[in-house]
């Protein structure tokens, strides 16, 4: 089953993104202050406590984001797709708080949930969001929702420092993909 496919690479991802970014961080928070502690002299203690704060900040941003993540599943797909695209918004809103994040639905958007679809689709947007906060330095996102006849689109847009849109074949970027022929649509970059 396709869904089933997708579904394990994400737990898988969000294995990899535990170990290669929140872990990371924590051990290296727990490296800088074992080092403060063993050492009166040496290394500046209020640079080493700024560097191991900001890595447990980092690893705290990211937990909170696998464990959105892993809640997706488990949130009432009786509430409507922009009502929870709100909540995903604001907490990468709070996960950075240096950009500005804004939601724009187009008048008409259908306010009734569309059932499993939502959480497919919430999914590939939550992805294009962290890869944003990630990787590209922007200081505006904009994520916005609309419909064109009977199909309805979703758009995340940044003023980032972009990429070659060729080279997005990462893990990520095949799981937006799939997920985007689940839903009968496809992923543009």
């Avoid at 394990?8 to 074992?34: M, N």
């Avoid at 705290?60 to 984001?65: K, P, V």
């Avoid at 918004?89 to 008048?107: I, Q």
């Amino acid at each position: 089953n396709a869904s089933d496919q997708v579904r394990e690479a994400e737990r898988g991802r969000l294995a990899r993104d535990l170990h290669d970014t929140a872990l990371q961080d924590l051990t290296y928070a727990l490296a800088q202050l074992q080092l403060l502690q063993s050492t009166s002299e040496g290394p500046d203690p209020d640079h080493l406590l700024e560097q191991a704060v900001e890595a447990l900040k980092r690893a705290g941003r990211e937990l909170r984001a696998t464990v959105y993540d892993l809640q997706l599943d488990e949130e009432p797909v009786s509430r409507p797709l922009v009502e929870r695209l709100e909540s995903l918004v604001e907490l990468h809103r709070r996960m950075a708080s240096d950009r500005e994040v804004y939601l724009e639905v187009e008048d008409g958007f259908p306010s009734s949930p569309l059932g499993k679809k939502d959480s497919e689709l919430l999914r590939i947007l939550q992805e294009a969001l962290n890869n944003v906060r990630r990787h590209s330095e922007a200081s505006d996102v904009r994520v916005r929702l609309g419909t064109k006849g009977n199909k309805i689109w979703a758009e995340v847009e940044d003023d980032g420092q972009g990429f070659d849109p060729g080279s997005a074949t990462g893990l990520g970027s095949r799981s937006m993909r799939q997920r985007a022929r689940v839903l009968g649509g496809e992923l543009k970059v």
